[in-house]
């Protein structure tokens, strides 16, 4: 089955730029959705097909996909923005990445 | 707005079963597919299953296949999941979510809050 790889965490200076992975076999062939997860709360979709942002979602955050790397860029980051975030894609079921922890120091 | 709400959780014995329910509003429920997601305490998200918006299609995660089935009433607007011979390994926080289809791929654009299950003797 399809696998999606993400790094466990990273981390980032507030103001600065955040730059998650999702790495999959020739991912780029596929679309990739990403949720944020804060702690004790339901997943939030922020991108979805790749690239686009859902209605109430700020322009800071963008996604692209090509190649076996998905990413998931974060600009101008806050403290806010502390959470889980994970990949996914559709292979006739749906498959998550293992999750990223991103903490803004 | 859409909301989904889900109800049903709760302490199970090992090999017993459980319903969930997700009562869905603010959009036409038999228009969308839906979605059960679980994740278990302090892990990653971990998808269950997938129902067509007509009930005609129905996918499983291999873990819960042939245990768990995933069923709708669209006259009630209500989502379900029939899990049986429960698992200790099954418990996690369960949620339901709706299906979003575009570029020849399924996503989830909007969840319920969730409701734990906790399979222990």
């Known amino acids: 089955s399809y696998v999606l790889t993400q790094p466990p965490s990273v981390s980032v200076a507030p103001g600065k730029t955040a730059m998650i992975t999702c790495g999959g076999n020739n991912i780029g062939t596929r679309t990739v959705h990403w949720y944020q997860q804060k702690p004790g709360q339901a997943p939030v979709m922020v991108v979805y097909d790749d690239s686009d942002r859902p209605s109430g979602i700020p322009e800071r955050f963008s996604g692209s996909n090509s190649g076996n790397t998905a990413t998931l860029t974060v600009t101008r980051v806050e403290v806010g923005d502390e959470a889980d975030y994970y990949c996914?894609?559709?292979?006739?079921?749906?498959?998550f990445g293992g999750g990223t922890k991103l903490t803004v120091l | 707005q859409v909301q989904l709400v889900e109800s049903g959780g709760g302490v199970i014995q090992p090999g017993r079963s459980l319903r969930l329910s997700c009562e869905a509003s603010g959009f036409t429920f038999s228009r969308y597919a839906m979605h059960w997601v679980r994740q278990a305490p302090g892990r990653g998200l971990e998808w269950v299953a997938i129902?067509?918006?007509?009930?005609?299609?129905?996918f499983y995660a291999d873990s819960v296949k042939g245990r768990f089935t995933i069923s709708r009433d669209r006259s009630k607007n209500t989502l379900f999941l029939q899990m049986n011979s429960l698992r200790a390994e099954d418990t996690a926080v369960y949620y339901c979510a709706r299906a979003r289809y575009g570029s020849g791929s399924y996503s989830l654009d909007y969840w319920g809050q969730g409701t734990l299950v906790t399979v222990s003797s």
């Open positions: 129902i067509w918006d007509d009930g005609s299609n129905r």
């Open positions: 996914q894609v559709w292979d006739s079921l749906v498959i």
